[in-house]
């Protein structure tokens, strides 16, 4: 098993896990942090009375968007391919024997990040345009925002050899 600091996994250890990595979206973090901050100076200055509690009810929302789409990790392992964002209940486990093939795609930039309905199926994405597509049994797709898609992809090719 080799780690980075970019907190990938490849090779098997001894649970069965393939890959692990875990992607930060930057450009997701900083532009919510400076909507906050925005945010915030209009309250100090901006805003009268009442009013205040729409801003703060915003304020609130963008951090919880902050703390739950900052991050996105994508596990591979004998049984499962595995996605979620840095709240791990915002999550995807798809079992391998579900899995028929992958290959490494570029979004569509209109399809954007976070949790997409996308032409082809669903996406989970934080950063970027790259991504590993799933073909999945009766026909479904899943794509997984990835700034390895090489890896991510050859990682669950392994994978499905070894189940097979």
Do not use: F, H, K, N
């Given at each position: 098993m080799v780690l980075t600091n970019m907190?990938?996994?490849?090779?098997?250890?001894?649970?069965?896990?393939?890959?692990r990595h875990r992607q930060v979206g930057y450009l997701t973090i900083f532009s919510l942090a400076g909507a906050v901050v925005l945010l915030a100076?209009?309250?100090?200055f901006a805003v009268p009375g009442r009013e205040?509690?729409?801003?703060l009810a915003m304020e609130a929302f963008l951090l919880a968007c902050l703390a739950a789409f900052s991050t996105l990790t994508a596990?591979?392992?004998?049984?499962?391919?595995?996605v979620h964002f840095a709240l791990p209940w915002l999550r995807r486990r798809?079992?391998?024997?579900?899995v028929t093939d992958c290959r490494p795609v570029r979004n569509h930039w209109l399809c954007g990040w976070g949790i997409r309905l996308i032409p082809r199926g669903w996406m989970f994405n934080v950063s970027g345009l790259s991504a590993v597509e799933l073909d999945l049994a009766g026909g479904r797709h899943f794509r997984i925002g990835t700034d390895q898609p090489e890896e991510l992809a050859a990682a669950i090719r392994s994978a499905l050899g070894a189940a097979k």
């Open positions: 907190s990938s996994m490849t090779a098997t250890d001894q649970t069965g896990l393939i890959y100076i209009l309250a100090v205040i509690w729409i801003v596990q591979v392992d004998r049984r499962w391919v595995s798809i079992p391998l024997a579900e």
